[in-house]
């Protein structure tokens, strides 16, 4: 490994420099006044894996928004290896939560601060180096293609059909992807499997107008009020989603994996430190890590309505909103869980209120197979890097476009994470630690390496 400590020891400078330049750029996918730093964002990338010795890189048009591809072929008999990322990133808001501007990354204590120091500019950017890394050492051992598309994290609406439009282009072997989490620093990991995703959001209509709430509080119904009437029914007890059929597809997972899965290094107190909490919450009959990996779950992203400015006014609403998700487990489908909630939420509402559901995004669950030789490879790679084994886990996150890969393009994909549960991804002030950063771009040739070992 000493070529490889050696290469980014001297380029490390430059290599954090190059990723600062792509968190700089504003790059909101959920945000329509962002287009244009989607458009900076893929070209910053395209001209990234050309410098890093890709021998083509193209922006390619979507409905939505650009997706960047490139490739190096040095041996068409050899294995491919299509890296998957994304440039685009979670709004910033609350803004004055955040330690330091969110588009200018600062280094404190050992960690970069900025919005995509993780997810996922940070751990796609160990991609594109870890790749330069081998071509300028001339170690290289098989092909490798990026995709690298602009609306993940708004559910990736339109990269399923860019794959099918370019499946022979996409052909590979595996697919490589950074987008997860380790344990912790010193106990790396495998994510093997991910939560689909159900997301909707709902509107629940009272008067045709806002009313004075002395004059007509107590005769009208308060659309807030049966709101959150509402969705506390969603919920039972027992933290079961009372959702009829809600979990008839849900595939159980047996009890020897359950124990493997237990083995996984957990301390609840310090989980509920990290979080400021005193109690923890979940499905009845389920560990905490099993509530994340292998439970699906219900919860209201964000609520609104009235008055919500400075000092009081008195006001029954006409509208009340919710953004609503369900962290789905494989097996359950997203399209059916989307109608089952919509049926149901509009199904229990009052005559007193309007309620209508509008789905706004989903996603299928994935499972990776450890036996296969994509796995094994990244196995084999953290073992040299950390001298201990990953553990396998399951993650409570979803990549919704990661069983769409399977679906469309037939390839399986290894997601080989380096991010950390205190990266604060989605939230003010991610962070991502220089040494994950680094790390990351020592083990991925070690994959490369085993991979194509594997497969001669």
């Given at each position: ?19 600062f ?31 890093s ?10 409905p939505?928004?650009?997706v ?27 803004i004055e ?12 204590d050992?960690k ?91 509107e ?5 107008r806002d ?12 659309p807030i ?18 959702i009829?059929?809600f ?45 994340t ?49 919509k ?25 990776c197979p450890?036996?296969?030789?994509a796995?094994?490879?990244?196995e084999?790679?953290?073992t ?7 553990v ?15 679906e ?5 994909s ?22 994950q ?15 194509a070992?594997?497969?001669?």
């Open positions: 490994m000493e070529y490889i400590n050696n290469y980014i020891e001297e380029n490390k400078d430059r290599f954090l420099e190059e990723l330049g792509l968190i700089r750029i504003p790059s909101v996918s959920s945000i329509k006044s962002h287009k244009p730093d989607m458009y900076k964002a893929a070209e910053y990338w395209k001209e990234t894996l050309l410098k010795g890709a021998d083509k890189a193209e922006v390619f048009e979507t939505g928004n650009p960047t591809y490139g490739e190096k072929i040095i041996d068409t008999a050899l294995p491919t290896v299509l890296v998957y990322g994304h440039m685009d990133v979670m709004p910033v808001d609350p939560k955040w330690n330091s501007n969110p588009f200018e990354p600062e280094i404190r050992g970069i601060y900025a919005r995509g120091a993780d997810d996922d500019k940070g751990q796609s950017m160990m991609h594109a180096k870890a790749f330069e890394l081998m071509v300028k050492t001339n170690t290289l051992p098989c092909n490798i293609k990026f995709m690298i598309e602009g609306e993940e994290e708004v559910g990736s609406p339109n990269l399923g059909k860019w794959c099918e439009e370019n499946k022979e282009m996409l052909a590979a072997d595996v697919i490589l992807v950074s987008d997860t989490t380790m344990l912790a620093p010193d106990t790396p990991s495998i994510t093997t499997g991910l939560r689909g995703l159900a997301y909707w959001q709902v629940v209509t009272g008067p045709n009313l004075h709430s002395g004059m007509f509080g107590g005769a009208v119904a308060n009020n049966v709101l959150c009437s509402m969705i506390d029914k969603m919920v039972d007890k027992k933290g079961k989603v009372t009829p059929g979990y008839d597809d849900v595939l159980e997972v047996s009890s020897e994996e359950r124990e493997l899965l237990g083995r996984a290094p957990f301390d609840a107190e310090k989980y509920k430190k990290a979080i400021d909490v005193k109690e923890l919450a979940g499905e009845e009959g389920f560990s905490t890590t099993e509530h990996g292998i439970r699906p779950t219900f919860d209201v992203c964000g609520i609104w309505g009235g008055y919500t400015g400075e000092g009081a006014k008195t006001v029954l609403p006409s509208k009340a909103y919710a953004k609503i998700s369900s962290r789905l487990v494989p097996n359950q489908n997203h399209l059916k869980i989307a109608e089952l909630f049926n149901h939420f509009e199904n229990i509402a009052p005559k007193s209120v309007k309620v209508e559901v509008t789905s706004l995004h989903g996603g299928q669950g994935y499972v450890i036996d296969i030789p796995y094994q490879a990244a084999k790679a953290y040299d890097v950390y001298g201990k084994r990953p396998p886990v399951r993650s409570g996150g979803s990549i919704p476009i990661i069983s769409t890969f399977e469309v393009l037939d390839i399986k290894v997601l080989m994470g380096f991010g950390l549960e205190s990266d604060a991804i989605h939230s003010p002030n991610e962070n991502y630690p220089l040494e950063f680094f790390t990351g771009i020592k083990t991925i040739p070690l994959f490369y390496k085993y991979f070992e594997m497969n001669k």
